[in-house]
């Protein structure tokens, strides 16, 4: 079993830089910590940065990350997944340092998404993030991760990794915790790439005065304000540039780790099976396809 520790960063390909540097700063309140190169990396906590654009052909999702223990978990993880026959490649060096981490490993993930698994990730511990707006955030919270099959991804998941089920939404959606926090790894029903990036914030006030911020700066809303009833987060979904899909929530529900906890599945037919305020929901989201 390769045991995640934590998210690490997820990586994402822009052809319009400018556009990502404006929203991540002004819109959601990053901190730009480094753009060298063709990389911008973002910071919403301890972590060196939690989100990297890298500029160039390929728009969307390039890798999601996720923390091991030390290299001999790396190793282990390694052989383990090789076994299983999925081809891992080695990051070299050059790679490892723009990604601000000691090692790692990558491979594909059912869906085509690109996994890296980190050791030594830079943490800042001492510098406050500077936010660049002050949304609130406290710190980089879940991923939200699109698989055609969903089951086949979640059979990869749980078969190799520390990955426990929270919850189901009806066959479209399955919500994974790697420690209490409800979920860390979402994963949606879709073609492949990242379904979306979310940003934990500290209080309903920090929700509710980015919908009017948002709204004021035209920033396109999808759904929200909200709150789910799997994990009890009130949310607050909106479109950044290339239609990536960001996310605010706040309050999201802790799991103890004694056992006890049985995933739930919500049907897609009842009206709050996402949102217990019964707020307008996509399409996308409300059957399953
Ligand atoms: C929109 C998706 C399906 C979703 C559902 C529930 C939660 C939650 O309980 O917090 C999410 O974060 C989601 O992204
Ligand atoms: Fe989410």
Redesign the pocket.
């Known amino acids: 079993m390769i045991n995640l520790i934590d998210l690490a960063y997820v990586r994402v390909g822009t052809a319009d830089m400018r556009a990502q540097l404006d929203f991540a700063q002004d819109i959601v309140g990053l901190e730009l910590v480094r753009h060298e190169g063709d990389t911008a990396m973002f910071r919403a906590d301890n972590r060196h940065h939690c989100l990297a654009f890298v500029e160039g052909d390929h728009v969307g999702s390039l890798a999601s990350a996720f923390v091991l223990a030390g290299p001999a978990e790396l190793e282990a993880a390694a052989a383990q997944l090789q076994a299983d026959g999925v081809e891992v490649t080695r990051g070299t060096p050059e790679e490892a340092r723009a990604r601000r981490v000691q090692d790692f490993i990558s491979f594909l993930s059912p869906g085509d998404n690109r996994i890296e698994l980190v050791i030594g990730q830079v943490h800042v511990e001492a510098r406050p993030v500077r936010w660049a707006r002050p949304a609130g955030i406290t710190e980089f ?2 991923l ?1 991760i699109e698989a055609p099959d969903v089951m086949e991804a979640h059979d990869f998941w749980t078969r190799h990794f520390n990955i426990k089920v929270s ?1 189901w ?1 009806g066959e ?2 399955v ?1 994974t915790r790697i420690d209490p926090v ?2 860390k790894l ?1 994963i ?1 029903k879709d073609s492949t790439g990242l ?2 990036v ?1 940003f934990q914030v500290g209080s309903i006030d920090d929700v509710m005065r980015s919908w009017r911020f948002l709204e004021a700066n035209g920033v396109h809303i999808t ?1 929200g304000p909200g709150r ?6 009130i ?1 607050l ?1 909106f479109k950044g540039p290339e239609d990536m899909t960001w ?1 605010y ?1 706040y309050g ?2 802790l799991i103890p780790d004694d056992g006890t906890w049985v995933p739930r599945h919500f049907d897609t037919a009842e009206p709050d099976f ?1 949102d217990m305020w019964r707020g307008a929901v996509p399409a996308a ?1 409300r059957q399953d396809r």
Do not use: K
């Not at 789910?228 to 987060?233: E, G, I, R």
């Open positions: 919270g879940h939200g919850d939404i479209n959606a919500l409800h979920h979402a949606f379904g979306h979310n759904m789910h009833p799997q994990s009890t987060a949310f979904y996310e929530s999201v529900r996402i989201r």
